[in-house]
């Protein structure tokens, strides 16, 4: 006899394999840019320009790659809020290692008194620094999905209105049926891989290091790869290393319609009409 859970399990292992087929342009995208992630390692960890930052960089960097890495999984089980839990994690870590990379002091207490530093101390700091960090106009929308809120739990529970003007309620346990919810999430995550890429590997990647401009103009080709999938929410022409004379929020706004990505990301009405994976 089949129990309830194994029910949840076999609904998850079908649901893997329709959201992998589904989404199967942006999961080989996912796979050419952690190709990508990991390309440079070697060279990272043999040749980082400060000894002092390299090894919570490079633990730092571990730990992303792990974060996305569970996030892309439990996308592929259609557990998106979930999700979303290692994706703020990654923006943290980001933020952390441009911080080291900038005040070695901090990332030696970091690494022998195991200091904590809140993000807050951190995104206040890079200020002080002038260093850009456009990742962290994402956090506040990752985080909202992080928090046990209405939003984040929205999609735990479906309502179907009956023949005779009642209401059923569903409850979800398990994965969803929701390729509109896993989709915009799914989403995010290519742009924060992407930022990472171009905002985190060239402090260590450097310059001078052999091959990191082919390895560079690779990264930059993901661009024309991303606007299938986020359109106008992506103004590709503004992105590039270095950061204009503008203030820090107006340059992100710039680089990415974050407005539009965030009113598409909340739009309930759309993902409340979803009707599920075809042949689920």
Aim: glycine share 4%; charged share 25%; with cysteine.
């Amino acid at each position: 006899m089949e129990t309830k859970y194994q029910k949840v399990k076999d609904f998850e292992l079908n649901l893997n394999i329709r959201s992998y087929k589904y989404f199967s342009k942006q999961f080989a995208l996912l796979d050419e840019m952690m190709e990508l992630y990991l390309e440079p390692l070697d060279e990272i960890i043999s040749g980082c320009h400060n000894e002092e930052a390299k090894s919570p960089a490079i633990v730092l960097i571990s730990r992303i790659f792990n974060d996305f890495e569970c996030s892309r999984l439990l996308l592929q089980n259609g557990q998106p809020e979930q999700a979303a839990m290692p994706m703020r994690d990654a923006l943290e870590c980001m933020m952390l290692i441009k911080l080291f990379c900038n005040d070695y002091k901090l990332a030696l207490r970091w690494m022998k008194d195991l200091k904590e530093y809140r993000i807050s101390n951190v995104k206040e700091r890079l200020d002080d620094l002038k260093v850009d960090c456009p990742e962290y106009a994402l956090y506040g929308t990752i985080s909202t999905l992080t928090h046990a809120n209405l939003l984040s739990v929205a999609s735990r529970v479906t309502e179907t209105t009956l023949t005779n003007d009642s209401v059923l309620r569903t409850y979800h346990f398990g994965g969803i049926n929701n390729p509109s919810w896993i989709g915009l999430v799914l989403n995010n995550l290519l742009i924060y891989l992407f930022l990472t890429l171009t905002s985190v590997h060239p402090l260590l990647y450097l310059p001078n290091m052999s091959d990191f401009n082919e390895w560079w103009n690779r990264v930059n080709g993901l661009l024309l790869k991303l606007k299938e999938f986020l359109g106008d929410a992506l103004q590709f022409e503004e992105f590039d290393k270095t950061a204009g004379g503008d203030t820090e929020r107006a340059k992100v706004f710039k680089r990415l319609r974050l407005a539009k990505v965030q009113a598409i990301l909340y739009d309930r009405d759309m993902i409340a009409a979803d009707k599920g994976f075809p042949d689920v």
